[in-house]
């Protein structure tokens, strides 16, 4: 059904997840979200992502930049925080459980940055990225609604995508996806580089 739903959608439908981080809700962890993007031809141009429990809803209109509203801000532009300088200083998104077993080896035992963590709800991840809270994400394959809405917050603040095997994100399958991303030009080039290697 969702084949043929995105089929007969090209000029336009909603592809939503409404609870992304389903592990984390069921065993009572308060990170997870609820996640709804507008697309049309295979992109997404309005995207939403709210976390109940803290919340804090991310948003982007394509063009128009990414925000975040929250108990204590309202409409605050994305990124909320400055980057790092280098690799060697970042804080690291990783999910090691989709990786290949040789890669996940690396990053766990000789990482390049500065530090890792692993949330379980994808949509946040990628909006923290987008808010400045970690420089690096990684995650080995995600479905089309973990990314949709998501993807565009993090490009509308500014950041860098690509897969495991194609510079261009958008290339290939649309229901499963790798991603290298990272909010600055330079590290997203440096953390490719190293991954590349």
Known sequence: QQHKSWDAGANGLWCVDPIDGTSN????LPHFAISVAYMQHGR??????????THEM?????GKGAYLDS???????????????GLKQAIAEIDFKRLPKNLALTL??????????????????????????FDLYLHG????WDY????????EAG???????????????????????????????EWSAWLAR
């Open 58 to 62: 991310f948003y982007a209109e394509a």
């Open 44 to 53: 997404p141009l309005l995207a939403v992502a709210y976390a109940p429990a």
């Open 108 to 133: 766990a035992v000789n990482p390049p940055f500065h530090s890792q963590r692993n949330y379980g709800s994808s949509v946040l991840d990628w909006c923290y990225l987008a808010a400045g809270r």
């Open 71 to 85: 108990d204590s801000v309202n409409k605050a532009k994305l990124p909320l925080l400055n980057g790092v300088i």
């Open 141 to 144: 394959s995600q479905k089309l």
């Open 159 to 189: 950041g860098h995508m690509r897969t495991l095997t194609s510079e261009d994100f958008w290339a290939g399958d649309h229901w499963q996806k790798s991603v290298i991303a990272a909010r600055e030009t330079d590290l997203f080039t």
């Open 148 to 155: 949709a809405a998501a993807c565009l917050i993090l490009q």
């Open 25 to 28: 809700f069921v065993n009572g």
